[in-house]
């Protein structure tokens, strides 16, 4: 299996503050990435699909960016409404796997 | 818009097989592939496995072929049956939808809410 490694796995910034969270891929999976934003009590929700698009309806200060190994989702300015847990997951091989999550707080 | 909700026991006793259903409502299910995913606080994010709409299914080997994935298209349903449980199966378990293997369509688009699954005797 494809392991997927993010970091931090929590991190706390202030409303404005430009915020990334990595992920590294334990083998090359081209672009084969997905980013989705999960809220408590929620199920996740794509954000970003194939490393750098922007699935619809998401505002235009989620990027998403990186290929091979090792990729980035981006907030250039953290709104309280972002406050979730991020991960990423690769479809380059099955079975599909997710990193461990990043969760983001207001500082 | 298409809608996803799970259904069935939040409760199943060890050994036993745990049996959930997922109805979809507001489009059709020809041509994508729909999944089964669960979350724990200790593994996070788990695929189960995917049925196609043409009945082809596949299934993360980590479940050692206890997961039986199947397509009801007549009442728009998928559902899912995981044998043999133990306690390290509980979890919330989502159903979902990918759109299909072509660039740009495979990433989960549409999910169920989620519901508990507990084993537990």
């Known amino acids: 299996d494809i392991q997927m490694t993010q970091s931090p796995s929590s991190l706390s910034a202030s409303v404005g503050d430009r915020v990334t969270i990595t992920c590294q891929a334990s083998q090359d999976i081209s672009d084969h990435l997905n980013w989705y934003q999960q809220k408590p009590g929620k199920a996740p929700k794509v954000l970003i699909y194939d490393a750098s698009n922007l699935e619809i309806g998401v505002p235009s200060r989620f990027s998403g960016s990186g290929s091979g190994t090792d990729f980035t989702v981006t907030i250039s300015s953290l709104q309280p409404e972002d406050i979730a847990t991020y991960y990423c997951?690769?479809?380059?091989?099955?079975?599909?796997?997710f990193g461990g999550g990043t969760k983001v707080e207001i500082k | 818009q298409v809608q996803l909700q799970e259904s069935g026991p939040g409760l199943v006793k060890p050994s036993e097989t745990l049996s959930l259903t997922c109805t979809v409502s507001?489009?059709?299910?020809?041509?994508?592939?729909w999944d089964w995913l669960r979350q724990t606080p200790g593994k996070g994010l788990e695929w189960i496995g995917y049925?196609?709409?043409?009945?082809?299914?596949n299934y993360n080997p980590s479940l050692k072929s206890r997961a039986t994935i199947s397509l009801d298209t007549s009442k728009n349903q998928f559902s899912l049956r995981l044998s043999s449980v133990t306690a390290a199966d509980t979890a919330i378990y989502y159903c979902?939808?990918?759109?299909?293997?072509?660039?740009?369509?495979?990433?989960?688009?549409?999910w169920g809410q989620g519901t508990l699954v507990t084993v537990s005797s």
């Open positions: 997951q690769q479809y380059d091989n099955l079975p599909f796997t």
């Open positions: 049925v196609y709409f043409s009945g082809v299914s």
């Open positions: 507001g489009g059709s299910m020809k041509g994508y592939y």
């Open positions: 979902a939808r990918t759109p299909g293997p072509a660039k740009g369509w495979q990433k989960f688009d549409s």
